[in-house]
């Protein structure tokens, strides 16, 4: 059964008790995502160091527990990496919760992308993979400095 | 028409959704059509179609009769004085629209004053707020009590004298309070000051009478009335689609065009500008007709049984929070449950063949105002019984027992 | 699908109407409908029915899917760069009214001026109208020349340096004239102007190209494109639509409400408040694929054809006179008969089951023109064949004798 | 069949050659009929003597068969009438047009009945049934000096 695998173990841990939750204070990145039908809100927080590597990074925000496991999830494992290793995260990410069986990256160690995997389960809830993106896009925006907030619907 | 049986007119109700019995409690959104809507429609595209009133063929004049039968249809269900006091328009949202647009034109000048209320729906907010931005009005928002409910009082405390137009809802889509309109009307008149009534979550539930209640604009959802999607219907006091000037403008509104200025054609027409929804309309005609033969007191006595069977289930429901306990409530039951988000919910009962929405259901403001950022919400239709709240409640102990609470 | 037996996918023709065969000359006025569009109707309302974008539950993700794919159907089928470039409406009328309200609030002040032309339907001159009246702006009419046809030069000659944005219909409703859009277009932005195109009559009979026409609006009427009453279709080039304020306030287009302020939402939602017309828009998906399926170069030979030789007949018949001798034309045969009015040939061609329109066509700047009060209009539709046209000239025939000419 | 009924001979006649067309000098009422719907227009003249008895009465306009010829044999029947014979004819001609099988009054000769009953067969064309009032109410209008112009649609 489906259910199954959209609220998986790890998904209901981390929607219940999200990792990095809460605003740090010298932050040098931020972004705002929202998604205007169900009111899911993610306020995401970056500090990139010198070397444009991600030195810490946190979030705020409400939503179901696929939208917060996916932040907690997310924020997780991208501490350390680099700007241009983010990048491809996500966009492998984004891949694999369209259409793609696997993340194809070599960034990520197993355990990761099986922690990300778990999310896969959105794949048959066409309405809920705008809540396990939500965040992820948030972070593209942060990253590219946009200034406008990101709406997904 | 036995209310029991009423669930055979529908034919959704023969497949299965996910190989599960589909249980729709998802009437407020929109409801289910009957058979004899769907049948109509298909008759009048296959047998009779034409355009209205532009031929004078035989397709078209027996199209525009059918079109006028249900202008009629409508006025006695919902006991307008005159035929001509109601306009078809593509829905609520447009009937709305229609009236803050045009109201505001003839009406409204910088300073003055519009009065909604924390219920109203987007569609009862976003056009005054146009009003707001390009002509400088002022909006205020009559606040709800602690039961998610309005009363007269709350109403007269926000009125000063600058309110212009009162518009309010008359069953809430959320918290399912049932708002005093006809008292709300009487104290407006008194100080002179029109009232506007969405009517869409009332129309469906509750006996309409225009006169009684003495509001002046009443806007109504055909598709949440067991009638076809794109219609809606604006009840106007004739004195006020006289003095209004026309809203969208085209073909068949007008009465004379030159190059130089236009005149404009008779009620309703003056607001009735191009091919209007012709299939729709006739097709409406068919869902009066089927209320009309369940009977509204017999509709209400049920969907009241079973909203107050839901209720006391969901109450029983330990970690269920129920949302609004107002003095006089309708067909809505919008709840939280501790600890789950309402898009879980809602996809977890989905699952079960459920069918709620989760949401803030075009209702943003008096979500902020219950600090909630959205709800899980089931509503009943006609074709509802208690069956389908004993499974809406086995679904919910489904959700809480996947997230182990 | 042979255009020979497409007559077979309506069902109309399967019903005699008053004992006669209906010989349907009024597609200009609305077209009939082919089986798969009302049975696409019947099925989404008996099996699959539920609100767009609302809701999670099956169902409605389904309805949401089916919708968004119509759009997509759309813009491939009228080549339009971006799918959010399609805006659904409920007709071209409100298409029109649209851009007229929102370009106006943006961009038009008093002594600006708008081009329209002499063709025009009153859809595409009330909308212009209103902004006359309330910024004062002024509304110039390219002139119409002999043959009832408007070239490049005729637009040219109208155009002023405080043209603001220029209003036009791609195929008179009344003389058939198909007008030069693509090199108005070129003309019109080389001086910065845009163009709005009424397509209302264009769409159902020709190749549809957005890109390539480059026009910036161009407003279509589904019902006369063999598809759902309550429908039609905007187009706009994105720029314009981020650009433009949001028309119509409601459900589904907002981004955030709160009780000062409210943003709006993201391309197309911001332009479709409240709810749709679901179903029909949905079913119009079936009747792009029935276009899809006959090929739109077979549509317009079969209907060329079918005017020639339709025109013929007409000039043969002394005593009728054909409207109109455009250099390109489409789809329409007006006409007048020396001494008996337009009226009386529309009742007595019914009476022999030939279904055409009489009047003014909603075009009475173009009839005044013309020295007419009213004309007769014969117009074509994919399931005519040469055997209608006969009738109708044997039933013009027969008008000649009862009124002894 | 229906339609030798509505193009009767008579009224075939006076579509074609309408009596009383043509605006007179010295009227003291007058009232205009449009239809929005098919253009058709009449503009009506009227004198009424000190007596309040119609001296003189004819009209312009553009419209069908049916139109010109109930506005042909109205004006040619109301002369001589008084305001409130004419009045009374009016209603009962409306009574006729929309149910009626007969004109019930004694203030027509039976020749003159004739005439109006040969305008009945439009019972059986709804949209035209407009085409063989617009006059009739014209004329009522002007009989109660409205100022507005006519519509039927
Ligand atoms: C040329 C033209 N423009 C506009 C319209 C208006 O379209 P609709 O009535 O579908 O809104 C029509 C049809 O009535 C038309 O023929
Ligand atoms: C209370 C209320 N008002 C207005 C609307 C808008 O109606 P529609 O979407 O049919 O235009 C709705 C439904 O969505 C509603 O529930």
């Given at each position: 059964m489906n259910l199954k695998e959209l609220y998986q173990e790890i998904i209901l841990d981390h929607g219940k008790n999200?990792?990095?939750?809460g605003k740090f204070d010298n932050f040098n990145k931020d972004a705002k995502g929202h998604n205007p039908l169900c009111g899911d809100k993610v306020h995401l927080f970056l500090k990139l160091d010198?070397?444009?590597?991600?030195n810490d990074i946190s979030f705020e925000g409400e939503g179901c527990a696929i939208s917060m496991a996916s932040a907690s999830i997310m924020t997780d494992l991208m501490k350390g990496k680099s700007e241009k290793d983010a990048k491809e995260i996500i966009e492998k990410f984004l891949d694999m919760i369209k259409?793609?069986?696997?993340?194809?990256?070599?960034?990520?160690e197993e355990d990761e992308k099986t922690k990300l995997m778990?999310?896969?389960?959105?794949k048959n809830y066409p309405m809920r993979v705008k809540c396990a993106t939500l965040s992820w896009h948030a972070l593209s925006s942060a990253l590219e400095d946009f200034q406008k907030e990101v709406t997904t619907e | 028409m036995k209310i029991e049986n009423?669930?055979?007119?529908?034919?959704?109700?023969?497949n299965k959704v996910q190989n599960n019995d589909l249980v729709y409690l998802d009437s407020a959104n929109s409801s289910q059509k009957p058979l004899v809507v769907v049948d109509r429609i298909y008759d009048f595209y296959t047998k009779e179609f034409s355009n209205v009133g532009r031929s004078v063929h035989y397709l078209a004049v027996a199209a525009t009769n059918l079109y006028e039968n249900t202008r009629s249809a409508v006025q006695k269900y919902i006991n307008a004085k005159h035929k001509n006091e109601i306009v078809f328009t593509k829905g609520a949202t447009e009937a709305i629209n229609l009236v803050a647009n045009t109201f505001g034109q003839k009406y409204l000048k910088e300073g003055d004053e519009i009065l909604l209320t924390e219920l109203e729906h987007h569609s009862n907010y976003v056009p005054w707020h146009y009003l707001r931005k390009n002509k400088g009005i002022k909006i205020n928002f009559a606040e709800i009590d602690e039961h998610g409910d309005i009363s007269l009082e709350d109403i007269e405390k926000q009125i000063t004298n600058r309110t212009k137009i009162i518009a309010i809802t008359h069953l809430s889509n959320v918290t399912g309070a049932i708002l005093p309109i006809k008292e709300i009307t009487e104290l407006a008149h008194s100080k002179g000051i029109p009232v506007l009534v969405d009517g869409c979550q009332s129309a469906p539930h509750m006996k309409m009478n225009m006169q009684d209640l003495d509001c002046d604009f009443y806007a109504i959802s055909c598709h949440k009335m067991y009638g076809p999607t794109g219609l809606g219907v604006l009840y106007a006091k004739k004195k006020w689609l006289d003095d209004l000037p026309p809203y969208q403008g085209g073909g068949g509104m007008i009465n004379e065009v030159k190059k130089d200025d236009i005149s404009f054609g008779e009620l309703p027409n003056k607001f009735e500008?191009?091919?209007?929804?012709t299939a729709q309309v006739i097709a409406f005609n068919e869902s009066i007709n089927f209320l009309n033969k369940i009977g509204v007191e017999n509709l209400v006595k049920h969907e009241n049984d079973l909203l107050n069977y839901g209720e006391e289930l969901l109450r029983k429901n330990n970690s269920v929070k129920l949302i609004g306990n107002p003095r006089k409530k309708g067909a809505v039951l919008s709840f939280t449950i501790d600890g789950i988000h309402p898009h879980d919910i809602a996809t977890i009962l989905d699952e079960d063949g459920v069918a709620i929405r989760a949401g803030h259901h075009c209702c943003q403001i008096l979500h902020d105002k219950l600090g909630l950022t959205a709800s899980a919400r089931a509503s009943l239709g006609v074709y509802n019984s208690k069956d389908d709240l004993d499974k809406l409640n086995e679904s919910i102990n489904n959700c809480k027992k996947i997230f182990n609470k």
């Open positions: 999200p990792r990095n939750l010198e070397n444009k590597k991600v259409e793609k069986d696997d993340i194809d990256t070599k960034l990520l778990s999310l896969g389960g959105v | 009423i669930k055979k007119e529908f034919p959704i109700f023969n500008a191009g091919t209007m929804a």
